[in-house]
């Protein structure tokens, strides 16, 4: 599912927050899981999506050519859409997905759980086109399906509420959004329990839309819900906690506590250094949010460390991130000016 903040955000993981005179130096990040808030994809470079496009190709041409059946061809089919969605190609995305979800009516019907996918799938690429109405059709298509089929109380209804909820929040109807949110949570409770993934992803997104309404008490207590089940679950150190304490630290940050932001920004610290290494974007981020902190509490000398530290890590990546290195770079040249 994605995270429709862009996607959550952007859906890489991040959007500015803006607080003090860091919103250049520290992002908010959107969660993982199975309900579709990606933690930290990278997403495959265009050399790989234009090969996998071109074997996909390829592969329909050929199956095209052996007069296999149009329900053979769905995996190709979808496997294309997929890519032309990564790759933002959302016209061709469209095509297919309609090609799909017509293949699948004709063969199994218009109330067929094979259907919910394609149905979301072609609702994100209308909300990203700017064609709302058709999205929110689509995607209580897919709920209504996925209720006469599994009932009310299924995991796949609260991740179907998710998605309403993400799309409500992005249209500014923020009670409709509310709404999904709190159903999303409740019917997880009721159907995955209350130490699982799912549900901890789903604290995290109801968090962020808090915070985004600034009301930042309640996002709090989401953050740490979320947080708590990730911890019971994987313990101290695991990646899936690295976007919820980032997310409590900077609920921190929009109220200026920075001395109760910063030690959950040294814990994303020590989790990135443990899991991935010393050299790795991930650890450079780290070290980059920590130095947007030391700015906000005017620690000039402290935060320039911290820049350059993690633009030394940057540039001895193989493949840089330009817009994280250039943040950093912004950062460390303010650092140097408020020291003149």
Not at 181 to 199: A, F, P, S
Not at 213 to 224: G, L, S, V
Not at 231 to 248: A, C, M, R, T
Not at 286 to 310: P, W
């Amino acid at each position: 599912m994605s995270p429709h903040s862009n996607n959550q955000t952007d859906n890489q993981g991040s959007v500015d927050l803006i607080w003090a005179d860091t919103s250049d130096h520290v992002h908010e990040t959107f969660f993982p899981g199975k309900v579709g808030l990606p933690l930290g994809n990278q997403q495959p470079s265009k050399k790989k999506l234009q090969s996998a496009e071109q074997n996909y190709k390829l592969a329909l041409s050929k199956a095209e050519k052996e007069g296999k059946q149009e329900t053979d061809l769905i995996p190709i089919y979808t496997s294309l859409a997929k890519i032309y969605k990564v790759q933002r190609n959302f016209d061709q995305a469209e095509l297919l997905l309609k090609k799909l979800l017509n293949i699948k009516e004709r063969t199994w019907g218009n109330r067929c759980l094979q259907l919910t996918s394609d149905l979301n799938d072609l609702a994100e690429i209308y909300l990203v086109k700017g064609q709302y109405a058709f999205s929110e059709a689509l995607y209580k298509r897919a709920l209504t399906i996925i209720e006469q089929i599994h009932g009310a109380n299924h995991p796949q209804v609260a991740h179907s509420y998710l998605r309403l909820a993400n799309f409500y929040k992005q249209q500014g109807k923020y009670a409709n959004a509310e709404e999904f949110y709190l159903k999303t949570i409740t019917t997880l409770e009721k159907t995955v329990g209350k130490t699982h993934t799912d549900l901890a992803t789903a604290h995290n997104s109801l968090g962020l839309f808090y915070k985004q309404q600034a009301r930042f008490n309640d996002a709090e207590q989401h953050y740490r819900n979320s947080l708590h089940i990730f911890q019971s679950l994987f313990g101290e150190y695991h990646p899936d906690l690295i976007p919820v304490l980032k997310n409590l630290a900077l609920n921190y940050c929009a109220q200026t506590r920075l001395l109760d932001a910063e030690p959950h920004m040294w814990q994303v610290l020590s989790i990135s250094q443990k899991i991935y290494g010393d050299e790795h974007p991930e650890t450079a981020q780290a070290l980059s949010n920590l130095a947007g902190i030391f700015f906000a509490q005017k620690n000039f000398a402290k935060a320039e460390e911290y820049y350059q530290s993690a633009l030394t890590i940057i540039s001895k990546l193989p493949n840089p991130n330009p817009e994280q290195a250039e943040r950093a770079r912004a950062g460390l040249q303010k650092c140097r000016q408020a020291k003149v």
